[in-house]
């Protein structure tokens, strides 16, 4: 059974891409799309049948019928929305595939999506726009026949007000513009009929939702082309990879073993150039990890259309990332991307009326950019929007007592402590949440900057490292011991020699000289049961580790090995008796501790030597 | 119709045949001392040797009843000294112990290491917990069993490494 319900997993991710390819090309649907998800829809009943979730498949079978509708009708804006549905029952299907919920629960969900569908088809609303050429005033009352519309349709009429500034304004010109909302399906040429009088160069009526266009079709069928090539690619499950590395990690580490046992030159030759081999084959090996990443980031169009919707404004995403990342890295940034744009949604794109009175377009616009420099990857989410109020920060950040360098004023929307309830009320939430996002980037070595312009617009910036398995690590032992750190936490390396003078702060804390300015010294084994240092009596061959989180610190080490790019792997056994070792790494057939330096560090903080670190700018000579 | 049925029945059966439920009942038997005690079959990855050189025994913070990590095919594991975890004297491990390694429910896999094991063999579980006595850790065992008209200590893998 598990064989089937995998395959079955496996149909339902390459469905979810499939659509998620629909929805990216946003307005441009063409009835080949529409086919593909009713193809989509009809295997998954089958598939469903073959399962043994009868119940499920009769109920999928609304759902094909709903699009079966649509078929035959002209494509429009409800269609996206069905195509979301279908993408939630899909996701739904994948829970319950892979977390085994109860099937009665199962149909509930389904059913109340196929109600939503099935809302969405009737109330499938008819939307025609009505512009009268500027002249019109001169021949007749437009308002008149805005007029009998409403008196013989049951129709919604609205008026869009496109009015340039007082400058370019004629008088005796006709700037409005009517939408015509109808519940019911209309016809173009029923509404003519009103305008029977009216010479046509007078007036204009577009629907708005009608998108059949024969040009976009080819351009469709073309981009088709290259995805059908593109996917001409092994399926390989992540896990059989993890293996295929640990072996041979595995691998290395028994040659390094023999090397260790051997002295035969001709031996410790053979076995050097094996190793050269093996590091060629673990970087093919995390090259392949590497999945493309714009298709996983198309969901955001989902987010963005149904986020946009909700806040009342009309916003454009545009998705430029042709890049390659480790999967883990998506899984990573997905939830900061998603914060960053119901940010941009909620507090930086204006409404459309303020838009077009500040002189911009009615349809904001958000921007997501990824690309890859050196060991990062830099994301940027822009939106042209109003841009933050640097004097509300300062002023909010006084009253709550902040405090800041003035040319870092933005940064403040990084603190912890910045969003208080009554800020959420003062200034509709500004800036909330953007402490989470930045502690949570941190956990992945990430880093998160701001730039913004009043009324241009605010760019963030995230920087994340290129996967989250290997690591720039410096290393270093203490004991017998080996740790690392990766290199981006570790400011300054210092040989103990180099040292002037070491100072005792309260007769506790050992504070070393650098550069005119006193740095506390933590040391593992005070901190750490378990811990002993080789150094005790020679310290000559000692480092000092310098970092600079919230206070600089330095950490003192035995000796420092090097500085390599370390593959990473996580042991939950290890973290719970410790929980400042995120990671081991196999180096050399060696087993070293990666250190989480915050974890170090917040040890520090509590334990008795280190209480009196807030103190430090007083003890400055 | 009576086709149908046998193909369908035959299906199923092939599916849902799982070879860890048929030895669900079946105990590994190892003796500290004079007691003995047993691990479920199924919470067991594998039984391996002990290699004194890939024991790492500064770790941070280590607790007194974990002997150290090791290294076993690159994942890193704590390796539990059932003796210490007793309160009774460090055993005398060298190549000829075992390391019993096992998975908990949270899935994090640790080793127990003993001398020596006995057997595998199927108990019967009672319900009857062990009384409390002195400061002995019983939270361990999960209940007193029989093999042979024996007693066995069943141990409970969830509360042995938190």
């Known amino acids: 059974m598990d064989i089937i319900r995998n395959a079955f997993l496996q149909d339902l991710e390459d469905y979810t891409e499939e659509i998620s390819y629909i929805i990216s090309k946003a307005n441009n649907i063409i009835e080949e799309d529409i086919n593909t998800i009713?193809?989509?829809?009809?295997?998954?009943?089958?598939?469903?049948?073959?399962?043994?979730?009868?119940?499920?498949?009769?109920?999928?079978?609304t759902s094909e019928d709903i699009i079966k509708l649509i078929k035959t009708r002209k494509i429009d804006k409800s269609i996206k929305e069905i195509i979301f549905k279908t993408q939630d029952i899909i996701s739904i299907l994948k829970n319950f595939i892979t977390e085994n919920i109860n099937e009665n629960l199962l149909l509930i969900q389904i059913k109340n999506k196929m109600n939503e569908m099935e809302e969405i088809v009737k109330t499938r609303p008819n939307i025609l726009l009505l512009t009268f050429s500027p002249e019109i005033m001169k021949i007749c009352d437009p308002l008149s026949y805005i007029k009998i519309l409403k008196k013989n349709f049951n129709l919604e009429i609205i008026p869009i007000k496109n009015i340039p500034l007082i400058s370019e304004l004629n008088p005796i010109d006709y700037y409005i513009k009517w939408k015509i909302i109808s519940k019911e399906k209309i016809e173009k040429n029923e509404i003519e009929k009103v305008f029977e009088f009216l010479d046509k160069e007078y007036y204009n009526i577009e629907s708005l939702d009608v998108k059949e266009s024969k040009e976009i079709k080819k351009d469709i069928k073309e981009e088709k082309k290259e995805i059908t090539t593109k996917s001409e690619s092994l399926r390989v499950s992540s896990k059989?990879?993890?293996?295929?590395?640990?072996?041979?990690?595995?691998i290395a580490s028994t040659f390094s073993h023999i090397k260790r046992l051997t002295n035969d030159e001709n031996i410790i030759g053979i076995i050097e150039n094996s190793e050269t081999n093996l590091t060629f084959f673990q970087n093919l090996l995390t090259k392949i990890r590497l999945v493309s990443l714009e298709p996983l980031l198309y969901k955001f169009y989902k987010v963005v259309d149904e986020y946009s919707k909700t806040a009342g404004k009309l916003i454009n995403l545009k998705i430029n990332a042709d890049i390659s990342v480790d999967k883990s890295i998506f899984d990573a940034i997905e939830s900061p991307i998603n914060h960053l744009i119901r940010n941009a949604i909620d507090h930086g794109i204006e409404y459309s009326e303020e838009r077009i009175k500040k002189g911009k377009e009615e349809t904001g616009n958000i921007e997501i950019t990824c690309s890859s420099i050196e060991n990062e990857i830099v994301i940027s989410v822009k939106d042209d929007g109003q841009g933050i109020d640097i004097q509300k920060i300062e002023e909010k950040a006084k009253k709550l007592g902040i405090k800041y360098k003035k040319e870092d004023v933005i940064n403040i929307i990084f603190e912890p402590g910045f969003t208080t309830k009554d800020t959420k009320t003062e200034y509709s939430g500004m800036g909330f949440g953007l402490d989470i996002v930045k502690?949570?980037?941190?956990?992945?070595?990430?880093?998160?900057?701001v730039k913004t312009e009043k009324d241009k617009g605010t760019e963030f910036i995230i920087k994340v490292p290129i996967s989250l398995f290997i690591a720039n690590s410096i290393i270093f032992s203490i004991g017998s011991q080996k740790y690392a750190i990766p290199i981006n936490?570790?400011?300054?390396?210092?040989?103990?020699?180099?040292?002037?003078?070491?100072?005792?702060?309260?007769?506790?804390?050992?504070?070393?000289?650098?550069e005119d300015r006193y740095y506390p010294v933590v040391y593992f084994d005070k901190i750490f049961k378990n811990i002993r240092y080789q150094s005790v009596i020679d310290r000559s061959k000692a480092y000092f580790l310098l970092f600079e989180l919230e206070e600089s610190f330095m950490?003192?080490?035995?000796?420092?090995?090097?500085?390599?790019?370390?593959?990473?792997?996580?042991?939950?056994?290890?973290?719970?008796?410790?929980?400042?070792?995120?990671?081991?790494?196999?180096?050399?057939?060696?087993?070293?501790?990666i250190l989480d330096i915050f974890s170090v560090y917040k040890k520090a903080k509590t334990s008795y030597n280190f209480y009196n670190i807030n103190n430090l700018e007083t003890f400055i000579i | 119709m009576n086709e149908e049925k046998n193909n369908n029945g035959y299906d199923e059966e092939f599916f849902s045949f799982d070879f860890i439920n048929s030895n669900k009942n079946s105990f590994l038997i190892f003796k500290v001392e004079n007691e003995r005690y047993a691990i479920k079959v199924e919470s067991i990855t594998e039984l391996i040797r002990f290699e004194e050189e890939k024991l790492i025994r500064e770790v941070p913070n280590l607790p007194e009843y974990i002997l150290g990590v090791m290294n076993i095919r690159t994942t890193v594991i704590p390796i539990i000294d059932f003796r210490k975890m007793l309160n009774m004297t460090y055993g005398?491990?060298?190549?000829?112990?075992?390391?019993?390694?096992?998975?908990?429910?949270?899935?994090?896999?640790?080793?127990i290491i003993v001398e020596d094991v006995e057997t595998i063999s199927p108990i019967e579980e009672t319900d009857t917990k062990p009384p409390k006595i002195g400061n002995i850790n019983t939270d361990i065992i999960e209940s007193i069993g029989e093999i042979n008209g024996q007693m066995v200590l069943v141990l409970n893998i969830d509360n042995m490494f938190k």
């Open chain 1, 38 to 61: 009713f193809r989509i829809v009809h295997s998954i009943k089958a598939s469903l049948g073959i399962l043994g979730y009868k119940k499920i498949a009769d109920l999928i079978n």
């Open chain 1, 240 to 250: 059989d990879l993890d293996l295929l590395l640990d072996i041979l990690n595995e």
């Open chain 2, 92 to 111: 005398n491990y060298n190549k000829f112990s075992i390391i019993i390694i096992v998975q908990n429910s949270e899935k994090i896999q640790f080793g």
């Open chain 1, 489 to 514: 936490y570790v400011k300054k390396i210092i040989k103990y020699d180099k040292i002037k003078r070491i100072e005792k702060f309260e007769g506790k804390i050992d504070m070393v000289k650098l």
């Open chain 1, 439 to 449: 502690e949570n980037l941190k956990k992945i070595r990430g880093s998160i900057e």
């Open chain 1, 555 to 593: 950490i003192f080490v035995d000796k420092v090995i090097g500085q390599e790019s370390l593959f990473i792997k996580n042991t939950p056994g290890i973290s719970k008796i410790e929980e400042s070792i995120t990671g081991i790494s196999i180096f050399g057939g060696e087993t070293i501790f």
